[in-house]
């Protein structure tokens, strides 16, 4: 269990992360999303005592990171940009890091299998693409076999093949009873790996929710009518026992229907006399609920109705 409470980063004047409280369970996927520079990184560091608060506090199992006596038996992680030395090899790396911490060699063969690493344990690991990279990473958060787990941005950069090995990990490591958490920045990731959900912008949390409440809410779909007939259709539809709200702010002939099936509206239009000009089935996209909600945190928003210059 990983439990935040009133947990701040500072930078100078820079607020990363601002007094969060939050509590990532066992035996679950939880899914940190936010877009870049929301606090994910600073706040998975600040957990793996890499970063001291501010304010506030972070724990493991109860206790900050410094005070656990068997780290890496209780936490391991996967951060951004591994520091490993490149002539030295997979093994010979994850055998340094066992002995430093009093685990067998039995257990450095036994991740290398997991890992898929066998065939090129023993090379340099200089040599190895993003993919083998990360998965040697793997590797050593899971020498310990902690029961906590973080993943920072695991899929960035990887090809199909190692996305899905890593969603596949992750969702077994959830289901084995550990606490797993991970972190992206895109919505359609987390929707497929996460139980749950953290959403973070400019270091707070905008929502913590089921992920499958969060689909409920915010992938339903509804059907966009327009019609010059837009009161009496909204009452008809209404009477029939379908929700009707206003379809848009500044066209008074749109509506928006959620319940009913754009055959259920056109006939019922047609039943009483009722014109329609639009009948649209609209699926909200979880990318977009997502968007919405960190609309306002956004650190650079990208100008898209502005010309690129020539020459960039
Ligand atoms: N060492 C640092 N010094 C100053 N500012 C920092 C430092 N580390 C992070 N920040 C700032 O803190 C904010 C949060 O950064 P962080 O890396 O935690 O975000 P993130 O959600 O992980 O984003 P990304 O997906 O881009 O990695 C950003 O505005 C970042 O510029």
């Known amino acids: ?11 100078g004047d820079k607020t990363a992360v601002d007094a969060i409280d939050f ?3 066992p035996g679950s996927v939880t899914g940190f999303l936010g877009p870049n520079g929301a606090g994910k990184s600073t706040t ?3 957990v793996m ?9 972070v724990t493991v199992n109860g206790r900050a990171y410094r005070d656990l ?3 890496l038996h209780e936490v391991g992680a996967l951060l951004e940009a591994k520091a490993i030395h490149g002539g030295r090899s997979a093994y010979n790396h994850l055998l340094w890091l066992a002995k430093s911490n009093g685990i067998s060699r039995k257990r450095v063969d036994e991740v290398i299998g997991l890992v898929g690493l066998g065939e090129v344990a023993r090379k340099r690991s200089g040599g190895f693409s993003l993919g083998m990279g990360q998965r040697l990473g793997i590797a050593a958060a899971l020498l310990g076999d902690p029961g906590v787990l973080l993943f920072d941005e695991p899929v960035n950069g990887l090809d199909p093949e190692g996305i899905r090995w890593i969603r596949t990990l992750i969702r077994n490591l959830a ?12 919505m359609s990731e987390m929707a497929l790996t996460a139980d749950h959900l953290l959403v973070i912008g400019r270091g707070r949390i905008l929502a913590d929710t089921g992920m499958a409440d969060f689909i409920a809410r915010n992938s339903a779909a509804y059907v966009r009518v327009r019609s010059p ?4 259709l909204a009452t008809a539809l209404t009477g029939a026992g379908w929700a009707v709200s206003p379809g848009s702010d500044d066209d008074r002939t749109a509506l928006r229907v959620e319940g009913a099936t754009a055959k259920q509206i056109g006939d019922l239009a047609g039943a009483h006399g009722l014109y329609l000009h639009e009948l649209t089935v609209v699926n909200a996209s979880l990318e977009e609920a997502f968007m919405r909600l960190t609309a306002d945190s956004v650190e650079y928003h990208a100008r898209i109705d502005q010309p690129i210059p020539a020459g960039v």
């Open 44 to 46: 998975m560091r600040m």
């Open 1 to 11: 269990m990983i439990t935040a409470d009133g947990l701040t980063k500072r930078y």
């Open 49 to 57: 005592g890499l970063d001291h608060p501010s304010r506030g506090s």
């Open 69 to 71: 006596p068997a780290p």
């Open 23 to 25: 509590t990532v369970r």
């Open 175 to 186: 289901a084995e009873g550990r606490t797993v958490f991970v972190s992206s920045h895109l």
């Open 229 to 232: 007939h837009a009161a009496p």
